[in-house]
């Protein structure tokens, strides 16, 4: 079992910055892959970025450059930085975590950018 809680989420104007962050209930390198999604009505819940066990990162093309993903491990934490915000950003955010094949997910944090 996993569980997150995100926070950091609000409202910025385009061109901002937010810094989202999740807690994780266990140790981060037990966990396989960990990793940011957005979702906005009516849409699918897309990838934004992920970070593996060993580190190595993938991030959608629309945030490449803008957003970094990073972990503390000794807080427990996966943390999601994001710069240069556009409109287009609004959405919620979730944090997951892929634990024994199988997707954890927290409750999500509202970031919406102003233009």
């Known amino acids: 079992q996993v569980q997150l809680v995100e926070s950091g989420g609000g409202l910025v104007q385009a061109g901002g910055s937010l810094r989202l962050s999740c807690v994780v209930s266990?140790?981060?390198?037990?966990?396989?892959?960990m990793g940011w999604y957005r979702q906005v009505p009516g849409k699918q819940r897309e990838l934004v970025a992920t970070?593996?066990?060993?580190?190595?990162?993938n991030y959608a093309d629309s945030v490449k450059g803008r957003f970094t993903i990073s972990r503390d491990s000794a807080k427990r934490m996966v943390n999601l930085q994001m710069n240069s915000l556009k409109p287009e950003d609004t959405a919620v955010y979730y944090c997951?975590?892929?634990?024994?094949?199988?997707?954890?997910w927290g409750q999500g944090t509202q970031v919406t950018v102003s233009s």
């Open positions: 970070i593996t066990s060993g580190g190595s990162t």
């Open positions: 997951n975590a892929d634990f024994m094949s199988r997707d954890y």
């Open positions: 266990r140790s981060i390198f037990s966990i396989d892959a």
